[in-house]
């Protein structure tokens, strides 16, 4: 099993690496750790990221990101769908 925390936590600094975004690791008491980003120019542009233990990166909605071997680049993928910039 893959140590999830510690993807979601290199996933929250690779998507920060666009101006756009906030990136929050969030420790819910009773459900799975996760990502919670948002458009900080955007109230309804957000998305909270998971961490699969086969080791894909999975929004809300079930959508792949991408692997855990390329944190950047399921990073940009969630930057392209959110609609924001690299910094």
């Known amino acids: 099993m893959r140590d999830t925390l510690k993807y979601l936590e290199q996933f929250a ?12 690791v969030v420790h819910p008491a009773s459900a ?15 998305e909270d990221v998971t961490c699969t233990p086969d080791g894909f990166f999975l929004t809300s909605w079930e959508y792949r990101l991408g692997r855990t071997d390329n944190v950047a680049g399921a990073a940009d993928r969630l930057a392209y769908l959110l609609a924001a910039i690299r910094a």
Do not use: I, K, M, T
């Not at 690779?14 to 975004?21: I, R, S, T, Y």
């Not at 799975?32 to 957000?46: A, D």
């Open 13 to 24: 600094q690779a998507v920060q690496e666009h101006g756009d975004l906030s990136a929050e």
């Open 32 to 46: 799975p750790v996760y990502v919670h980003v948002r458009n900080r120019f955007s109230f309804s542009l957000f």
